[in-house]
C-alpha cells in the first residue's frame, strides 16, 4: 500500500479547477484489504476519509482535510458471468477502460453518459447518466456492490443481500462508505445508429413528446442567444457498422468542438459583447450527419474544453416550460453564455437518492467557460430549476442544502437513516455531505 503524506503544498484539484483539498495523507491501496486498514488507520488518528476518482465533480464531494484514498490499483474486470450477464469490475476502474475491455469481450452495458473520462465509482455515486426513454442511469445498471464501511469492515449488497443498502449505495455520494467493486448488467454488443441535425428551438419544444417516444436515446443541445439546437437521436441498428470517417471525425469532433470552440471561448471571455454573435456561428457549425457503431463510440464523445457545469432534474413533463422560463431569463438579462445548454431525459428508478428516484426525468445542464464569472447565470437558472422542484446533479454546482432535500426526495430519510447506522460517527463526512445531508 502507498501512502503519501502531504505538505502544505500538497493541494488536490477537481479536473474544473473549481475545487480544491488539502488531505494530510493520501492512500493508494493495492488491495480492499489495504483500503480497509486505511480506514481503520483513519479511525484510530481521527481522520476523515474520502476517496476521489478523477476529479470530474464540480461539487466538492471528494474534498477532504484527512485522508485521501485513490483507488487506481482497483482496477479491471474481476468476473464476468455470462449466465447473469453482470461483469464485476473495481470501482477505480476508468469508464473508458471498462468500455473498451467489454467491447473485447462482445459486451456493453445498456446506455451510459456523454464522457467516460470518470472512474465506476465516482461516476455511479454521483449519479452520471446519458439520456434514454427506457434505459436509466449508469447507476441503475448496478445488480452489485462492494463497500467498506466507516468500521473497515466489506459489506456486499444486491437486490437480495443487504437489500436496504443496495438501494440507497448505488447513488451513495460517497457518505455510506467507500465503493471497492461494482457488479453491473451487461449484454452482447450491439450497433446504433446516430442521427445529428440542427433544428429550431421552438420546433424541439413543440415535437419534444414525439421525438422522446419514437427515440430510444433523444437529446438536444440549445445555444443561448440563438433559436438554434442541434439535436441526436440514437437508435438500435441491425447494421451494417458505419463509423463517421476519421477525417470527418477529427473535424466536427476535435477542431470545430474542441478547437474552434476554445478559441471561441477564450474570444468571448475576453469581449463578452461578442458572444452572441459566436452563438449564432457556433450553432451552425456542426452540419448534419449519421453514423452507426457500437454504444460507447456513440453514446460518448471527446470534451477538453474545460468548463464549470449545474444540472438539474425536473420531472419531465416541466421540461418545456422550465426551458421557455430559461430562454426568457437569459434574453431579458445582460449575460452573456458561450456554452450551449445540454436537454437529456430518464425514467423513474428506484434507487433512493438517484435524481431520477420515482420520478420521469429531464436534465436541463447549464456550463459556463472555465475562467468566466458563472455565479449570476447558474443562480438564475437555479431559481428556474428550484421552481419545478428540480433535483441538482450531486456532482455538479447546486447551492441547495438538507432541507431542500427532504422536500424533493420522498425517501431522503430513508438515507439519512442508512447513514446513521452505517457511519455513526461521519468518517465519510466533509462539507459538502455536511451541508447535503446534514451533520
Not at 473498451?100 to 469481450?105: D, F, G, T
Not at 463509423?243 to 471525425?249: D, H, I
Not at 449545474?310 to 422550465?322: C, F, S, W
Request: glycine content about 6%; aromatic content about 8%; overall charge neutral.
Amino acid at each position: 500500500m502507498s501512502t503519501t503524506v502531504i505538505g502544505k503544498s500538497g493541494t488536490w484539484r477537481n479536473w474544473a479547477g473549481n475545487v480544491t483539498a488539502r488531505p494530510v495523507r493520501e492512500v493508494t491501496p493495492a488491495t480492499v484489504e489495504e483500503l480497509a486498514a486505511a480506514v481503520r488507520r483513519a479511525a484510530e488518528d481521527d481522520l476523515r476519509v474520502k476517496a476521489v476518482g478523477t476529479g470530474h465533480s464540480f461539487t466538492a464531494a471528494a474534498a477532504t482535510d484527512g485522508v485521501l484514498i485513490r483507488p487506481q490499483l482497483l482496477t479491471g474486470i474481476r468476473d464476468i458471468d455470462r449466465d447473469a450477464m453482470t461483469v464485476t469490475v473495481g470501482a477505480g476502474t476508468p469508464l473508458k477502460r471498462l468500455n473498451v475491455a467489454l467491447a473485447r469481450e462482445g459486451l456493453s452495458l445498456t446506455n451510459m453518459g456523454d464522457i467516460m473520462e470518470q472512474t465506476v465509482s465516482g461516476a455511479t455515486s454521483t449519479g452520471t447518466h446519458g439520456t434514454g426513454r427506457e434505459s436509466a442511469s449508469i447507476a441503475a445498471q448496478i445488480r452489485g456492490l462492494e463497500l467498506v464501511t466507516a468500521d473497515g469492515s466489506v459489506l456486499t449488497c444486491s437486490a437480495t443481500e443487504n437489500a436496504d443498502v443496495f438501494a440507497a449505495a448505488r447513488v451513495g455520494i460517497g457518505a455510506l462508505g467507500i465503493v471497492t467493486a461494482i457488479t453491473f448488467a451487461v449484454e452482447p454488443i450491439f450497433l446504433l445508429t446516430a442521427r445529428e441535425e440542427p433544428m429550431p428551438f421552438e420546433k424541439v419544444l413543440a415535437e419534444f413528446d414525439e421525438l422522446h417516444a419514437e427515440n430510444e436515446h433523444f437529446e438536444f443541445y440549445w445555444f443561448p442567444h440563438t433559436g438554434n439546437t442541434n439535436t441526436k437521436r440514437n437508435n438500435r441498428s441491425a447494421g451494417p457498422e458505419k463509423p463517421v470517417p476519421q477525417l470527418n471525425s477529427w473535424f466536427e469532433d476535435e477542431f470545430l468542438s474542441n478547437g474552434v470552440f476554445q478559441v471561441a471561448n477564450l474570444v468571448g471571455r475576453a469581449v463578452p459583447a461578442t458572444i452572441p454573435a459566436i452563438a449564432q456561428i457556433s450553432s451552425r457549425a456542426l452540419s448534419a450527419r449519421t453514423y452507426t457503431d457500437i454504444p460507447y463510440k456513440v453514446f460518448t464523445s471527446p470534451r477538453r474544453v474545460r468548463f464549470v457545469e449545474m444540472e438539474y432534474a425536473v420531472p419531465r413533463e416541466a421540461l418545456v416550460d422550465t426551458l421557455r422560463e430559461l430562454r426568457a431569463m437569459v434574453d431579458r438579462s445582460p449575460l452573456r453564455v458561450s456554452f450551449p445548454v445540454e436537454v437529456r431525459t430518464a425514467p423513474a428508478d428506484d434507487i433512493t437518492l438517484s435524481t431520477a428516484s420515482g420520478r420521469d426525468s429531464a436534465y436541463i445542464a447549464v456550463h459556463m467557460f472555465r475562467g468566466t464569472p458563472y455565479q449570476a447565470y447558474f443562480t438564475a437558472a437555479e431559481r428556474i430549476f428550484t421552481a419545478h422542484e428540480g433535483r441538482p446533479h450531486w456532482g455538479k454546482v447546486h447551492t441547495r442544502d438538507t432541507d431542500y432535500f427532504a422536500k424533493v426526495y420522498p425517501r431522503f430519510g430513508e438515507f439519512t437513516a442508512l447513514r446513521d447506522r452505517l457511519d455513526p460517527e461521519r468518517r465519510f463526512q466533509n462539507d459538502y455531505l455536511r451541508r447535503v445531508l446534514g451533520s
